[in-house]
């Protein structure tokens, strides 16, 4: 099983940055990979950052440049790094796993079957 706790959302005003944190816990000798998605009120939820056990990455479009994933497997601790942050970067952002296919990045929600709760960010003037 997978546990994954989101912390370090907020409100900031644009070009500002942010640090979001999730903290994991999950068996012992188990790989993962994981990702951030995000979801505004009326939209579908979609993928921001995703990367494998072996710390290979891959971002969104919207994010490429912006954004910075990374993972401290020592700590059991992803992070979501966030600059230059625009007024439609506001969504709840929600930390997610997957067990199977652990060497592969997606963006894709449904394959990841392990959720956050997810920790609210709002950018605005």
């Known amino acids: 099983q997978v546990q994954l706790v989101e912390s370090g959302g907020g409100s900031v005003q644009p070009g500002e940055s942010l640090r979001l944190s999730c903290e994991v816990s999950?068996?012992?000798?188990?790989?993962?990979?994981m990702g951030w998605f995000r979801q505004a009120p009326g939209k579908e939820r979609e993928g921001v950052a995703s990367i494998n056990d072996w710390s290979v990455t891959e971002y969104a479009d919207f994010v490429k440049g912006r954004f910075v994933i990374s993972r401290d497997i020592a700590k059991r601790t992803l992070t979501l790094q966030m600059a230059s942050l625009k007024p439609e970067d506001t969504a709840m952002y929600y930390c997610?796993?997957?067990?199977?296919?652990?060497?592969?990045?997606?963006?894709?929600?449904?394959?990841?079957?392990?959720w956050g709760q997810g920790t609210q960010v709002t950018v605005s003037s």
């Open positions: 997610a796993a997957k067990v199977v296919g652990w060497w592969t990045t997606s963006l894709r929600p449904r394959e990841y079957p392990y």
């Open positions: 999950v068996d012992t000798g188990s790989r993962i990979a």
